[in-house]
């Protein structure tokens, strides 16, 4: 008996035999048109217990390629015949099918052998996904011997392909590729997931570093990236890129040293230091200053401004200025005039003064204070203030000098003698006052006074030789060149008197009289 096997490229082996038999059936001329070799039973009258029974298959790809098979006939001499059963003229023809054509469909539809040496290819087309079996019957054998078709049955196994994977949308949202934004002011950079297959899904952007002259602090230029893999595997990535602008504009300001004016009305009378200070926290490589230099002020001015103007790319700072003046020169002041030496009586009226300013002006008008004309030394101090609370002093030092007294001129003694006199006698005393080397004639210049005393015991006394008539009288006697003073004394006998000249500049001449 002559069998019939069913070879297919592509086929995987399955079933128990494995690929024993592979030997023998090359030598029979039964092989696949593929590649691989079918095996079919080795039967000869009998089942051939030799041989198991395999099961063949082929396994296709749902829209992949055709699958491939072949048929060819194996002699067995299983029925006595040695050789080849299809000789001469006969013929057999074979029908050849799916068992479900909604998976697979195998062409051609029927064949005929006219010999042993005929092979059949197949084309086997997948078409929906499962298992189909392909087999082979006889439609007519015009030879008297018999064939075996079940050798060549397989089996078409079709795998649907996954479904295709589709790459995921990715987009980033918050910020726009070249767009700016104030620092402090940027948006939150979201990764957003649109995927077909997984779920869509959001989540932080990976923030590069801010690049630029100024990005050490946070102003320049920033990447925000994004990359995203989906279960099937497909990444995608993308980025965007903007700019983060200082929106923070400079502050300037200043301090003084000394903060507050050591003057008045506003001026500095010692050396003053300006120090100024510009903040730009942002974006310092943009920092542009005009002014702003600092300064100490040691030199007399009038109110000078100073001002520090600053901007950056934020643009520019409120302006700022400072006006300061310093005047630290007193005024310069003198006397009108210069008393020097006098005599009582005779001493200049009180000096004036002059005083001017060469920056801040004066205050006021300059005074004087000290002025006397009492006997003594005495100093004049003039005084002038400018409007910077400068204050210039000056003095001046003079002298008033004492009269000169000469007298009680006789009869009257001086030196602690005790006159005596009768009392109700009248005594003339007699005296020169003298201004420096000017005679003092105005007897209104002179007082006295006469004042009861204790008589003091063991005093040298002396008689006044001579007395004169009339009351008591003051007098200047211009042709004596001499005051004289006509003292009516009292009539106590007894009693003890002290006789005083007193003249207008605090001088005196006194003498001590007893009444008998």
């Not at 086929?11 to 024993?20: K, L």
């Not at 801010?210 to 990447?223: F, I, L, M, N, R």
């Not at 300064?295 to 934020?314: G, L, N, P």
Request: some cysteine; proline content about 5%.
């Amino acid at each position: 008996m002559d069998n019939l096997l069913g070879i297919g490229s592509g086929a995987r082996r399955q079933g128990r035999g494995g690929f024993r038999a592979a030997a023998a059936l090359a030598a029979a001329g039964l092989v696949l048109a593929g590649g691989g070799i079918a095996f079919a039973d080795d039967i000869h009258n009998t089942l051939d217990s030799s041989v198991d029974t395999d099961a063949e298959v082929l396994a296709l790809n749902l829209g992949g390629a055709q699958g491939f098979a072949s048929l060819a006939l194996w002699t067995t001499d299983g029925d006595g015949k040695r050789g080849c059963n299809l000789t001469g003229s006969n013929t057999l023809t074979l029908k050849i099918e799916s068992t479900n054509t909604s998976v697979a469909t195998v062409s051609p539809a029927t064949t005929t052998f006219t010999s042993c040496g005929f092979t059949q290819p197949l084309s086997v087309t997948a078409v929906g996904a499962g298992s189909a079996n392909v087999t082979v019957s006889i439609i007519s054998n015009t030879t008297p011997y018999s064939f075996s078709t079940a050798p060549a049955a397989f089996r078409v196994d079709v795998v649907a392909p996954a479904p295709a994977n589709t790459a995921p949308e990715l987009s980033i949202s918050g910020v726009a590729n070249g767009a700016s934004y104030a620092k402090g002011a940027v948006p939150a950079a979201m990764c957003e997931v649109a995927d077909t297959e997984d779920e869509s899904s959001s989540f932080p952007a990976t923030l590069g570093a801010v690049s630029g002259p100024d990005g050490a602090y946070g102003v320049g230029t920033q990447e925000a990236s994004c990359s995203y893999t989906d279960g099937g595997g497909i990444t995608v990535a993308s980025s965007v890129t903007y700019v983060i602008t200082d929106a923070t504009a400079p502050a300037v300001s200043y301090t003084l040293s000394p903060a507050t004016p050591d003057g008045a009305n506003g001026w500095y009378k010692n050396a003053v230091t300006l120090d100024w200070t510009v903040t730009e926290d942002d974006s310092p490589s943009t920092l542009v200053l005009a002014g702003c230099d600092d300064r100490t002020i040691s030199e007399d001015q009038v109110a000078t401004e100073y001002s520090c103007a600053a901007s950056s790319s934020a643009g520019p700072a409120d302006p700022v200025a400072v006006s300061l003046k310093k005047d630290g020169a007193e005024p310069e002041l003198g006397f009108t005039s210069d008393l020097g030496v006098s005599y009582f009586g005779s001493t200049p009226a009180e000096p004036g003064c002059t005083a001017r300013d060469h920056l801040s002006g004066l205050a006021g008008p300059c005074t004087v204070s000290g002025y006397s004309t009492s006997t003594g030394k005495h100093t004049l101090t003039a005084t002038a203030t400018d409007l910077a609370g400068n204050t210039a002093t000056i003095t001046q030092d003079y002298e008033v000098k004492a009269w000169t007294l000469k007298g009680f001129y006789q009869p009257v003694d001086m030196s602690g003698v005790l006159n005596t006199v009768k009392g109700g006698s009248t005594v003339p005393a007699k005296f020169e006052v003298f201004a420096g080397d000017r005679e003092i004639t105005d007897p209104g210049t002179l007082a006295f006074s006469a004042a009861k005393i204790q008589c003091a015991n063991g005093a040298v006394e002396d008689a006044i030789e001579m007395v004169v008539a009339g009351n008591t009288a003051l007098r200047y006697d211009t042709t004596a060149g001499q005051f004289v003073y006509n003292w009516k004394t009292p009539t106590l006998a007894g009693s003890c008197y002290q006789l005083t000249m007193k003249a207008a500049d605090g001088s005196l001449i006194s003498a001590s009289f007893k009444l008998k």
